[in-house]
Nanobody
Framework: QVQLVESGGGLVQAGGSLRLSCAAS????????MGWFRQAPGKEREFVAA????????RYSESVKARFTISRDNVQKTIYLQMNSLKPEDTAVYYC???????????????????WGQGTQVTVST
């Protein structure tokens, strides 16, 4: 059974940093594109970042590019999201997700992902 468990969220002041982790189990995560999404109150879930299944290619939304870094450790089966220069508009519940099918490209549509963690709250204060 696929399981994704996020951790690392919290309250931070604007300009600060947080590192989110997502521990994967129940499947061989090294063959899947992994993504981070977020959902703020009253808003739709939006794409944040994705990491290819092979190599080091990544993809980011324009709103987080140059501030956030996604990485993965296939030995530890963990996906990370390093968030720097945080802004109040980054406040949201952050979810990691596994792409529906193995291999393939880094998709930004959440419908392309079929396994989700429970989410971790990130709150950025002014």
């Amino acid at each position: 059974q696929v399981q994704l468990v996020e951790s690392g969220g919290g309250l931070v002041q604007a300009g600060g940093s947080l590192r989110l982790s997502c521990a994967a189990s129940g499947y061989d995560s090294s063959f899947y594109v992994m993504g981070w999404f977020r959902q703020a109150p009253g808003k739709e879930r939006e794409f944040v970042a994705a990491h290819t299944w092979s190599g080091t290619s990544t993809r980011y939304s324009e709103s987080v590019k140059a501030r956030f870094t996604i990485s993965r450790d296939n030995v530890q089966k963990t996906i990370y999201l390093q968030m720097n220069s945080l802004k109040p508009e980054d406040t949201a519940v952050y979810y990691c997700a596994r792409k529906r099918a193995p291999y393939g490209t880094m998709e930004i549509r959440d419908t392309e992902y079929d396994s989700w963690g429970q989410g971790t709250q990130v709150t950025v204060s002014t």
